[in-house]
C-alpha cells in the first residue's frame, strides 16, 4: 500500500513568512497528487491539483511542485486566512491516500 | 454551482449497517464521477470508493467488502452503505465529486456518524 507522509505535523508561522511543507510518497506517483487546505468543522477545499496546477479561485500566493516521490506546497506570503491544516492526496493509485496532514498555526 | 448535501443517522449499532445519502443541487448529477471520504481522528481522511453517474464503482481496496454505493439519477443522489460496523468506522462522512486528475471537488458540509451501542 502507498504511504503519504507530510512534514512538519505542525507548523508556527506569522502573517507574512514564506512557508513550505513537504509531502512524500512512497512509490514513484509522477505528479499525481493534489493538496488541500482544510479548516475546523469544514470540508477540504482543494488547492493544487497535478502537483502544480493552481485550482482556479485560489490565490497565487499558493504553489505547488515536485514529482516521482516528493513534493512541496509553499505559501510565499502567509494571510490571516491560511492558517489552517494541509492535507496531499495520491491521485495515482486506487486507494487515492491522503498524507497525515499539517496543521498550520499562529506564532 | 453544484452543492452536495449528506444525510442519514447520525448514530448506527455495532454490526449494523451505516447508510448516507447525499444529494446533488445546482448542476447535473450525469457525466460525473462521485465519491464519499470519511475522516477519524485515528485514521485522517479516508477514501470509501466512487460510482459513475451510469452506475459503475470503484471502492478503496481496504474497505471493499464492506462498502456498496448506489445511485439514483432520476433524484440526484447517490447513496453509501457500510455493513458489519465498529467503532473504528466513526467519523465524518462527506460526499464529493470526483473530477480530473481524481480531485475531490467540491465537498459536501460532512455528517458525523457514530458507532455505538
Known amino acids: 500500500d502507498i504511504q503519504m507522509t507530510q512534514s512538519p505535523s505542525s507548523l508556527s508561522a506569522s502573517v507574512g513568512d514564506r512557508v513550505t511543507i513537504t509531502c512524500r510518497s512512497s512509490q514513484n506517483i509522477n505528479t499525481y497528487l493534489n493538496w488541500y487546505q482544510q479548516k475546523p468543522g469544514k470540508a477540504p477545499n482543494l488547492l493544487i491539483y497535478?502537483?502544480?496546477t493552481l485550482q482556479s479561485g485560489v490565490p497565487s500566493r499558493f504553489s505547488g511542485s515536485g514529482s516521482g516521490t516528493d513534493f512541496t506546497l509553499t505559501i510565499s506570503s502567509l494571510q490571516p486566512e491560511d492558517f489552517a491544516t494541509y492535507y496531499c492526496q495520491d491521485s495515482y493509485t486506487t486507494s487515492r491516500t491522503f498524507g497525515q496532514g499539517t496543521k498550520l498555526e499562529t506564532k | 454551482q453544484v452543492q452536495l448535501q449528506e444525510s442519514g443517522p447520525g448514530l448506527v449499532k455495532p454490526s449494523e449497517t451505516l447508510s448516507l445519502t447525499c444529494t446533488v443541487s445546482g448542476g447535473s448529477i450525469s457525466g460525473h464521477y462521485w465519491s464519499w471520504v470519511r475522516q477519524s481522528p485515528g485514521k485522517g481522511l479516508e477514501y470509501i470508493g466512487y460510482i459513475y453517474y451510469s452506475g459503475s464503482t470503484s471502492y478503496n481496496p481496504s474497505l471493499k467488502s464492506r462498502v456498496t454505493i448506489s445511485i439514483d439519477t432520476s433524484k440526484s443522489r447517490f447513496s453509501l452503505k457500510l455493513n458489519s460496523v465498529t467503532a473504528a468506522d466513526t467519523a465524518v462522512y462527506y460526499c464529493a465529486r470526483l473530477g480530473q486528475w481524481e480531485t475531490f471537488d467540491p465537498w459536501g458540509q460532512g455528517t458525523l456518524v457514530t458507532v455505538s451501542s
Open positions: 497535478a502537483a502544480s
